[in-house]
């Protein structure tokens, strides 16, 4: 008696390649759902807010290069920078911080600064980098 022998397929040919592709998916959609975005959500204004803000509700803020925090003339810490904008906010609570950064300071630094206006819940809240004398 002859048996008779089946063509082998290949893998691409068969069902099992379908299967993989399909729990490769499902795989990646699974693991999407695990990825933690680590930043910052501040509260932007709209593109027709009107906001006026006066200058008696700016409290300035700059950071050096070595990433101290300056205030006035006198260099301050993190702590310090607290007390100070919760004070502004107590006086009047519309207050805006800004805070012009050096180009060479520490990111950290001003991750610290960010942290700290999104802890205080500071509405108004900006920075910017220094312009290089020319």
Not at 59 to 81: K, L
Not at 90 to 117: G, R, S
């Amino acid at each position: 008696m002859k048996l008779i022998r089946r063509k082998k397929t290949g893998f691409l040919e068969t069902c099992a390649a379908s299967d993989l592709a399909f729990l490769l998916i499902i795989y990646f959609l699974v693991i999407a759902g695990f990825n933690v975005n680590k930043g910052f959500i501040l509260n932007l204004p709209g593109k027709d807010s009107s906001r006026m803000i006066l200058r008696e509700e700016l409290v300035r803020f700059d950071m050096n290069e070595q990433g101290e925090i300056i205030y006035g003339e006198e260099t301050i810490s993190i702590s310090h920078a607290r007390n100070v904008i919760q004070t502004a906010q107590k006086a009047n609570p519309n207050i805006a911080v800004i805070i012009t950064i050096d180009e060479q300071a520490k990111w950290q630094n001003v991750v610290y600064f960010v942290e700290l206006a999104q802890d205080l819940q500071v509405d108004a809240f900006s920075f910017s980098m220094k312009k290089e004398n020319l």
